[in-house]
């Protein structure tokens, strides 16, 4: 099996320029169908002892290791193999030379995250070399769940790539993962038209003129569209706008990072970074660049003057250690001799881009069968069904917290005790204050007065 394409027949680049490209668009071989869900939760188990051990690099050996996850309440078949490849992509690597070292082994019953370490001589390497890890799981030799590739340099040592996110593997000729905001789409082509994975429902999109990028919409329904411009991409399905599409780990200008004692921030924007301490301005504006670490994890350097900024940005959750806001991005800065740690990102992709369904109202459960959901829109616009009702309102995120204006409702009657249900939720929603995640990934909407609403995304 392999999970790369051959580099002697490169496939053609649909997106524009390749540069700009979302993702990697690799070649994906092998045919299954998506994982099923079942409705266990499931708990992680570390992996075998043969995968957990550490291994000391000498001054040839060369050893990649991370976690492989996915972001779904999805069990893995007990008779699941775990494939990781290395590969020399270059256009000088024939086939019988791409694959440079890989690593299988069955997980019998283990679930993610699932820990690897593939080891290798450095001295297989050149310097002159493409060289890309991707991982897959595989069900009965039918790929399941993959990654996107992440370059590996050719240098010996110990290098720890984190967590290698997978998505569901559905045999379309070309893929990309893209993130909006919490929402996960997969995005690949079966001839000129893009198939669209997304909330579990496969769209099938035609080209569309446009004037900059590639635009797609669906078959007569204007209302479901994907318009990739550079390395972003806005998705609208079913007249419902999402938050701004991006590969898993980007960083999205205007990006601001924050960490305190001291207070320090970082600003991204227009290209430019803009470095401040406890109110001095230690860099005005510095052109930076940006290098991928791993599918969730990028690399931000600058110099100004005799000063060097790196700053290590990572995807995950990250509280700040003041306010308590959550962000959805870790942040290590490197200043000169300083090192200093923060967050980063925007919060409210955190909860953008899915509907979160309630379970529990103020600690109290909620009435069997009754249907109450908070959407979070990117324009700002709050909505969902508060049992009987729809609602909507327009929400706001501030260093103060999380508030709701005045939500608007439909003036239906159900059952009393639905109705008394729903006005709990109302009051709730109208005097919102912060949210929380649980371990295993509830959302919580704490509001005034003791109230809280715990809700799931599916």
Request: hydrophobic residues 40%.
């Amino acid at each position: 099996m392999t999970l790369f394409p051959v580099p002697s027949a490169p496939a053609p680049i649909r997106w524009g320029v390749a540069a700009t490209v979302l993702g990697a668009l690799l070649l994906l071989v092998g045919c299954s169908d998506a994982p099923q869900e079942v409705n266990a939760e499931v708990d992680a188990q570390p992996p075998a002892e043969a995968q957990t051990s550490v291994v000391d690099a000498d001054d040839d050996r060369m050893v990649l290791r991370g976690q492989l996850v996915y972001r779904s309440r999805v069990a893995l078949a007990p008779n699941s193999q775990a494939l990781i490849e290395l590969r020399d992509v270059s256009d000088s690597a024939s086939p019988d030379e791409a694959m440079i070292a890989e690593q299988r082994f069955s997980l019998n019953g283990r679930q993610v995250p699932l820990e690897f370490a593939l080891e290798l001589s450095a001295s297989d390497l050149s310097e002159d070399g493409d060289y890309q890890l991707r991982a897959a799981l595989t069900e009965a030799e039918r790929t399941t769940w993959i990654s996107e590739p992440i370059s590996v340099p050719a240098q010996a040592g110990i290098r720890d790539l984190g967590q290698v996110t997978l998505m569901p593997y559905r045999a379309a000729a070309f893929s990309s993962v893209l993130q909006c905001g919490r929402l996960q789409v997969s995005a690949g082509y079966e001839g000129d038209t893009l198939v669209l994975d997304a909330n579990g429902e496969k769209h099938i999109l035609l080209p569309v003129e446009a004037a900059s990028g590639a635009r797609y919409e669906a078959e007569g329904d204007p209302d479901t569209r994907f318009w990739s411009k550079g390395n972003t991409a806005d998705l609208i399905i079913d007249a419902v706008r999402y938050p701004l599409c991006v590969p898993p780990g980007e960083i999205i200008e205007p990006f601001v990072a924050r960490g305190n004692e001291p207070f320090w921030r970082v600003d991204l924007e227009a290209g430019a970074l803009r470095l401040t301490r406890l109110e001095e301005e230690l860099i005005e504006a510095a052109e930076y660049t940006q290098a991928v670490e791993s599918t969730t994890s990028r690399l931000v350097s600058a110099v100004a003057g005799d000063s060097q900024v790196e700053m290590q940005v990572n995807e995950a959750l990250c509280t700040d250690s003041m306010s308590g806001m959550l962000y959805p991005q870790t942040v290590e800065l490197s200043y000169d001799d300083h090192n200093f740690s923060g967050c980063g990102g925007d919060p409210l992709r955190l909860i953008q881009g899915v509907e979160w369904v309630v379970e529990d109202i103020n600690e109290a459960g909620i009435i069997d069968r009754s249907h109450v959901t908070v959407n979070f829109g990117p324009d700002g616009l709050l909505y969902g069904q508060a049992s009987c009702n729809n609602y909507r309102g327009e929400y706001a995120l501030s260093g103060e917290g999380l508030t709701l204006s005045t939500a608007a409702t439909t003036r239906k009657a159900c059952a009393p005790a639905l109705m008394q249900q729903e006005q709990r939720v109302l009051a709730a929603l109208a005097s919102l204050q912060r949210f929380d995640f649980t371990e295993d990934g509830a959302l919580i909407l704490y509001a005034g007065a003791g109230q809280s609403l715990t809700a799931r995304a599916p």
